[in-house]
């Protein structure tokens, strides 16, 4: 088997796996960095080098290294240096995955990408149903999680819903009616998991997706009132009757923080801003907000003793690795939405229109989450913009 055929299959293992599991993905992110570097000693050496070289020369790419460096850097100075350097490589672990999967991509001409993908977000959807199915039945609680976290799984079904409404929008002229239904059918089945697991930041960010692709497809505008009064009348229905287990939206921002059966971001937002004003250049350091929280908010909150997120990647960001890390982490996500909107105006593939609504919901679902900072959320998104924003020929989603 030849170096490129394995990395075609070791992307097909990729994508297959993101939905599903951080671990498998690793796998095949290491069978993938292996095969580069078989390509690397044989025949394929000279084009390996020039993916390797042109990944890291991209302005998202440099964006990643600075943010990875400054973090040292506050992991350095933070409160608790040991523990933040253990935290540190999951800032190398997105630079890892950024040049393992650009280079894969520019070596392999056509990944089979689409099918697997679509396989393994189709069944991590349909284990979240059963486990929603199961506890109406049973009485237990009601929110789906599948494999993960309720709302790490919830951002990996936001993103994989928008590949499936953005193939059905650009499907190929040659696309069968049989696959055709199958998206129907995946993207039905992802938004029934999404709602089971009941995770508002996700759900909300399909908004600025929704928009996103008006700015791109004008078919779309037609129909934006329409899906504004639907989505506008189920949130409606969310609050008024959601049962027991559910997470409204007016909980969300609750500013009862001791007596509210959900997290008061209120008070978490406040901590990481004190934290900042407290080292407003370096920040507490990576994995240092649980000790500025119990510095800043000793006694309990929703039942905690101490939190380890802020639940707004941009605030916390800041009381971690100071306000120059903060600016990075902006330079870097705008770097990512620059080249989403690039790619969106020269191509009008599906791919193309994927990578630019998912950015516009990636940078909102962090408004109130910190889904950069969950290997598997940011692995999935940055698949998804290399192959729709990346100098390539994208291949079909399904």
């Known amino acids: ?221 037609r129909h934006a009132l329409a899906a504004l009064l639907l989505i506008g009348g189920a949130f409606a229905v969310w609050e008024a009757s959601l049962p027991r287990g559910g997470r409204t939206l007016r909980t969300l921002f609750s500013r009862d923080a001791e007596t509210s059966s959900h997290r008061s971001r209120f008070v978490l937002w406040g901590v990481a801003l004190d934290a900042a004003r407290e080292r407003p250049l370096t920040g507490v350091g990576p994995g240092g907000y649980k000790d500025a929280f119990r510095r800043h908010h000793p006694g309990k909150l929703d039942g905690q003793d101490t939190w380890g997120s802020a639940h707004n990647l941009y605030l916390h960001q800041l009381a971690e690795r100071g306000v120059p890390g903060l600016l990075l982490l902006l330079a870097c996500l705008g770097a990512f939405a620059l080249g989403a909107l690039r790619a969106a105006r020269e191509r009008r593939d599906a791919w193309g229109l994927w990578a630019v609504a998912a950015t516009a919901a990636f940078l909102v679902m962090n408004l109130t989450e910190v889904a950069w900072q969950t290997e598997q959320v940011a692995t999935f998104f940055i698949l998804v913009w290399l192959v729709g924003a990346g100098d390539r020929s994208a291949p079909e989603i399904l």
Not at 89 to 114: N, Q
Not at 183 to 205: D, K, N, P, S, Y
């Open 1 to 221: 088997m030849t170096a490129r055929r394995a990395l075609s299959l070791s992307l097909s293992a990729l994508a297959f796996a993101l939905p599903l599991s951080i671990a498998g993905a690793n796998a095949a992110l290491a069978a993938a960095t292996a095969c580069l570097l078989a390509a690397l000693a044989g025949p394929d050496r000279a084009a390996a080098s020039k993916a390797l070289a042109a990944a890291a020369r991209t302005p998202a790419f440099l964006a990643l290294a600075a943010c990875a460096a400054w973090a040292l850097v506050s992991c350095a100075a933070g409160l608790d240096p040991a523990q933040s350097l253990k935290l540190w490589p999951r800032d190398l672990h997105k630079l890892w995955a950024f040049l393992a999967i650009a280079s894969a991509l520019a070596l392999v001409e056509e990944p089979v990408l689409g099918a697997p993908l679509g396989v393994g977000l189709g069944l991590h959807a349909a284990v979240g149903v059963w486990q929603w199915v199961r506890a109406w039945a049973t009485g237990g609680e009601l929110r789906a999680h599948g494999f993960l976290h309720p709302v790490s799984y919830g951002e990996v079904l936001a993103l994989g819903l928008i590949g499936a409404a953005a193939w059905l929008s650009r499907a190929p002229a040659s696309a069968s009616a049989r696959r055709r239904r199958a998206a129907a059918g995946l993207l039905a089945l992802v938004a029934a998991a999404l709602v089971a697991a009941q995770t508002r930041a996700a759900i909300l960010a399909l908004l600025p997706a929704f928009a996103a692709a008006c700015v791109l497809e004008p078919r779309w505008r």
